[in-house]
């Protein structure tokens, strides 16, 4: 069992910078692949960002060289660091915990979630 508690989220400008938290409950924390991921009002939850347990990290194209996914396994901790945040980067971020060592970008194959973060990007 792990229980994920996000925040960090806010309301920003275009251009600004949030790092998002995902603090994780369990002694096996390193051993799930973990990955963030977003939803806007009517819209599917979609992919943002995840890394497998050997640390390889994945990103969507819409966030790639913008966004920084990390963990700290001292912290049972994973970070999401968003850089030039745009208007269309607002949702709600959710942070997904998977029981593989093996990230996906499908929501579906996540065991646990968060209660989520919002993010709101103004101009």
């Known amino acids: 069992q792990v229980r994920l508690v996000e925040s960090g989220g806010g309301l920003v400008q275009a251009g600004d910078s949030l790092r998002l938290s995902c603090a994780a409950s369990g002694r096996t924390f390193s051993s799930y692949a973990m990955g963030w991921f977003r939803q806007a009002p009517g819209q599917e939850r979609e992919f943002v960002a995840s890394?497998?347990?050997?640390?390889?990290?994945y990103y969507a194209d819409s966030v790639k060289g913008r966004f920084t996914i990390s963990r700290d396994n001292g912290k049972n901790t994973v970070y999401l660091q968003m850089n030039s945040l745009k208007l269309e980067d607002t949702a709600v971020y959710y942070c997904?915990?998977?029981?593989?060592?093996?990230?996906?970008?499908?929501?579906?194959?996540?065991?646990?979630w968060g209660q989520g973060t919002q993010v709101t990007v103004s101009s």
């Open positions: 997904g915990a998977r029981s593989s060592a093996y990230s996906s970008t499908n929501y579906q194959y996540y065991d646990y």
């Open positions: 890394f497998n347990v050997y640390g390889t990290t």
